[in-house]
């Protein structure tokens, strides 16, 4: 939820019903639902209009650092209003994309828990640690079975960064969008991404 500094929840609110009805009336916060307002008008109509709206949280941000005359006039409070879970989609009945797809996010998933970055790749080549040498691709075959070479993984973490770092760059506190991690963290931190084994 956006919420425009100094502003309280009595003045209008633009939200998706089900926000509504399960935290605003079960809050007892007085306010003055609106109906029907897209992301369009919400970005042309958020200058003034609206002291506060709901979007997933990813939206909210996008939106306060784009649409918002001064950004830092809105909050994005704490809390978890939904679930609207949002990652890579790829088009039913090619199952090896699929795999693709899914293993390129659980090892910047992996890369993140064993302290590999873009940064250190390099150096973790030569780790001691026989799951952070299969996951590089310094030995066994675990690109096989993808139909990929045994370095893919170590490709993605040199060239985009594990996920932390992903995460940070695009959308986190030092990118525009300024979001906390919360449940997009590792679950070693109290999130909820973790990696399948890399064996």
């Avoid at 502003?7 to 939200?15: E, K, Q």
């Avoid at 005359?69 to 609207?84: F, H, R, S």
């Avoid at 390129?104 to 064993?114: N, R």
């Avoid at 940064?119 to 993808?146: A, C, H, P, W, Y």
Wanted: no cysteine.
């Amino acid at each position: 939820m956006v919420v425009k500094a100094g502003f309280d929840l009595h003045v209008r609110i633009a939200f998706h019903p089900r926000l509504f009805s399960h935290r605003f009336v079960s809050k007892k916060w007085p306010s003055t639902p609106i109906y029907g307002v897209n992301r369009v008008d919400l970005s042309k109509k958020l200058k003034n209009l609206f002291s506060n709206a709901s979007l997933p949280t990813s939206g909210l941000a996008a939106n306060r650092s784009a649409a918002a005359a001064d950004p830092d006039e809105y909050v994005i409070l704490p809390g978890v209003y939904g679930k609207d879970p949002m990652g890579p989609v790829v088009r039913q009945g090619d199952a090896q994309w699929r795999d693709i797809v899914n293993w390129v996010v659980f090892a910047m998933f992996e890369a993140e828990e064993k302290g590999v970055t873009s940064r250190n790749v390099d150096e973790m080549t030569k780790s001691d640690d026989e799951t952070i040498q299969r996951f590089l691709g310094v030995k066994g075959e675990l690109g096989t079975d993808l139909g990929l070479d045994n370095q893919w993984a170590y490709r993605i973490v040199k060239q985009v960064g594990n996920y932390g770092e992903v995460f940070e760059r695009q959308v986190g506190k030092s990118s525009p969008l300024r979001m906390e991690r919360g449940l997009n963290d590792l679950w070693t931190r109290g999130g909820l991404l973790y990696s399948p084994p890399f064996n």
